[in-house]
């Protein structure tokens, strides 16, 4: 999970403006905290595809004092991907080269606008010498649903049937990671 903090300040005519200390260029509002929040992940959205269309590169997130976003799992893959080609020198024709795929799939690839797939995802982190990994996060946030959940199954008072329900406010969070493996050129020496 990859979280940008942002700060919230108070403006004078009653809005609260968002900006983000890890790109100073960008910056929302709202009319109230939440909708700051939430129009904050998208101005973070637009402001990382800005930074690739521009063959930038993607800052770090610096550390979390209080208030943050998180980049939505999709994005956070996209950023791997074009952090680890600019890493390796790889350019996006060499990309297609490598995937065996047109020019056109690979800037759909890193348009954090598009939907990708996953197989597509996991054969561009193949071709850059990576592994990609999804893991499914619950946050220790709601340990009193958790524990509800426990004691439901240990006294079997849960539905058995239908559509598995979901404590309220336990969100799950699937967390895409490129992980780092072997450079291709070291592993086409041992074949």
């Known amino acids: 999970m990859v979280r940008y903090p942002v700060t919230l300040t108070s403006d004078d ?17 709202g009319d109230h905290n939440t909708e700051a929040l939430a129009r904050a992940v998208d101005a973070l959205e637009t402001i990382i595809d800005a930074y690739i269309r521009d063959r930038r590169d993607i800052p770090e997130p610096s550390a979390i004092a209080a208030d943050s976003v998180r ?17 390796q020198h790889v350019t996006k024709s060499e990309l297609a080269r490598r995937l065996h795929v047109h020019m056109p799939q690979i800037d759909r ?8 797939r996953l197989e597509q995802l996991e054969a561009a982190a193949h071709a850059l010498g990576g592994n990609l990994e999804v893991a499914f ?18 006294t ?6 239908g559509r598995p329900r979901r404590a309220a406010g336990m969100p799950v969070h699937a967390r895409v990671l490129v992980a780092r493996t072997k ?9």
């Open 13 to 29: 005519n009653g809005t609260v403006l968002v900006t983000f200390p890890d790109f100073p260029e960008a910056h929302t509002f």
């Open 71 to 87: 980049l939505p799992s999709l994005i956070a893959t996209k950023v791997q991907l074009y952090k680890r080609m600019r890493h």
């Open 109 to 116: 690839l890193l348009d954090v606008k598009h939907g990708s």
């Open 137 to 154: 996060v619950v946050p220790d946030e709601f340990p009193i649903q958790a524990a509800a959940a426990n004691v439901r199954r240990a």
């Open 156 to 161: 079997g008072r849960y539905r058995t049937s």
């Open 183 to 191: 450079s291709t050129r070291l592993s086409s020496k041992k074949r």
